[in-house]
């Protein structure tokens, strides 16, 4: 079997990082988390005082950026200039944010940049909103991931700190809010591949949708 790259994309919550982290590790591939990505640079442009609209200077302050992505014990770790910052990028305040950072044609481009490097030497599976159409448009196979709302809205409300206090109506709003940003947005927007694979994942465990895409890796190979 050759290597070959898989790109998975698809709306908040589908479940897309976790089949991707399974299906990679049963294909012995790697796993690169983009959304990880958009996640630490809207982390660091807060911090640095940047207003996630600000698409220039956001998109200036990214070039500045080195995001490596390493695998750990308990998942993905990021690191931003040498910092691990994987224990913040999953808060309210990301969340809110970080499709105003998407919107930025200067993130954009240097993150396709680091993704694209990361996938050189094949054997990755990329999750995310682009890759199959922008990032990795040549990928062997590309999965085009979705589950209702309501279900994606309970998988986001799984992950976030019990403290946060927003009730699961509330998140699935703030979900559709940020799937119609990232869908309406002008560069590299969410849309599915003309060449993707559709796979609605309402009602699927983890381990059956990651075994759907193992099987079509296989045949791809
Ligand atoms: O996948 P995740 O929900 O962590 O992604 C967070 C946000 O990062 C998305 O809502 C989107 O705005 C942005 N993103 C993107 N392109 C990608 C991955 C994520 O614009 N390839």
């Known amino acids: 079997l050759s290597r070959i790259n898989i790109a998975i994309d698809g709306p908040a919550g589908a479940g897309k990082s976790t089949v991707a982290r399974l299906a990679a590790k049963a294909l012995h591939y790697i796993y690169v988390d983009t959304g990880a990505m958009y996640r630490a640079v809207t982390l660091k442009a807060l911090e640095a005082g940047i207003a996630s609209d600000d698409e220039w200077n956001v998109g200036l302050f990214a070039q500045k950026l ?3 992505l390493l695998p750990g014990e ?4 990021v690191l931003v200039n040498g910092e691990d910052v994987t224990s913040r990028l999953r808060s309210l305040e ?11 044609e200067g993130v954009r481009s240097r993150m396709a940049e680091l993704q694209r490097l990361m996938a050189q030497d094949k054997g990755v599976v990329m999750d995310g909103r682009d890759i199959g159409t922008h990032v990795l448009p040549g990928a062997e196979l590309k ?8 279900e994606r809205a309970q998988r986001r409300f799984l992950e976030l700190d019990p403290a946060s206090g927003i009730s699961l109506d509330q998140l699935e709003r703030e979900i559709e809010e940020r799937d ?3 869908r309406e947005r ?7 591949a003309a060449d993707a694979n559709l796979l609605d994942s309402t009602g699927m465990s983890i381990e059956q949708v990651a075994e759907q895409i193992v099987r079509w890796a296989v045949a791809a190979a």
């Open 186 to 192: 002008e560069i590299a927007p969410l849309v599915q």
């Open 180 to 182: 119609r940003l990232d």
């Open 94 to 104: 990301i969340n809110r944010n970080v499709s105003y950072v998407a919107r930025s």
């Open 74 to 77: 308990d998942g993905q770790r």
């Open 143 to 150: 999965v085009f991931l979705t589950a209702s709302p309501r």
């Open 66 to 68: 080195d995001i490596v």
